[in-house]
Antibody, heavy 124, light 109 residues
Framework: EVQLVESGGGLVQPGRSLRLSCAASGFTFDDYAMHWVRQAPGKGLEWVSAISWNTGSIGYADSVKGRFTISRDNARNSLYLQMNSLRAEDSALYYC?????????????????WGQGTLVTVSS | QSALTQPASVSGSPGQSITISCTGTSSDVGGYSYVSWYQQHPVKAPKLMIYDVSNRPSGVSNRFSGSKSANTASLTISGLQAEDEADYYCSSYTTGSTVFGGGTKLTVL
């Protein structure tokens, strides 16, 4: 059974940093592109960042470019999101999501599994 | 990276059919066959319902179908059921990223 379990969220002051983690199981993590998607309270989905299965392709939404860094540790079956210079508008539930196709290019196949999310609140 | 345009809400009675539109540009919806649709129930994670414009993942009811014409994609739900009441989001590939629609709240009357 595919499972994605996010952690690392919490309350943080503006300008500070936070590192999110996503522990994956039930599939060959190395073979799939992975994404972070966020959802502010009562709002819609916003794609944040993606990393290809071989880390050769990495992308960010304009809203987080230069502040967030995505990475993966295939040996640990884990996905990460380092978030620096946090702003109030970064407050959201952050989901980890798996690309549907094995060895597929990011963004081209749909996200077939999602975690339950980890909540980030940026406030003084 | 402007969001795709969806109606804020749609409604229908049990047994009826509804269609949710998702309008983008030639740089996203109109330029690629990489449109997906997601269903999200309250306090739940999104669920993939349609990928590649019109394909259903295993386990998704055939009451859900997708299509595309020019820069507008559509999700049709036939034989509406109470359990279909949820938020629906479209998404599309655009160069180097994914863009989502603003979401549509489906109410089953």
């Amino acid at each position: 059974e595919v499972q994605l379990v996010e952690s690392g969220g919490g309350l943080v002051q503006p300008g500070r940093s936070l590192r999110l983690s996503c522990a994956a199981s039930g599939f060959t993590f190395d073979d799939y592109a992975m994404h972070w998607v966020r959802q502010a309270p009562g709002k819609g989905l916003e794609w944040v960042s993606a990393i290809s299965w071989n880390t050769g392709s990495i992308g960010y939404a304009d809203s987080v470019k230069g502040r967030f860094t995505i990475s993966r540790d295939n040996a640990r079956n884990s996905l990460y999101l380092q978030m620096n210079s946090l702003r109030a508008e970064d407050s959201a539930l952050y989901y980890c999501a798996k690309e549907r196709l094995r060895f597929g290019e990011p963004h081209t196949a749909g996200f077939d599994y999602w975690g339950q999310g980890t909540l980030v609140t940026v406030s003084s | 990276q402007s969001a795709l345009t969806q109606p804020a809400s749609v409604s229908g009675s049990p047994g009826q059919s509804i269609t949710i539109s998702c309008t983008g540009t030639s740089s996203d919806v109109g330029g690629y066959s990489y449109v997906s649709w997601y269903q999200q129930h309250p306090v739940k994670a999104p669920k993939l319902m349609i990928y590649d414009v019109s394909n259903r993942p295993s386990g998704v009811s055939n009451r859900f179908s997708g299509s595309k014409s020019a820069n507008t994609a559509s999700l049709t739900i036939s034989g509406l059921q109470a359990e279909d009441e949820a938020d629906y989001y479209c998404s599309s590939y655009t160069t180097g990223s994914t863009v989502f629609g603003g979401g549509t709240k489906l109410t089953v009357l």
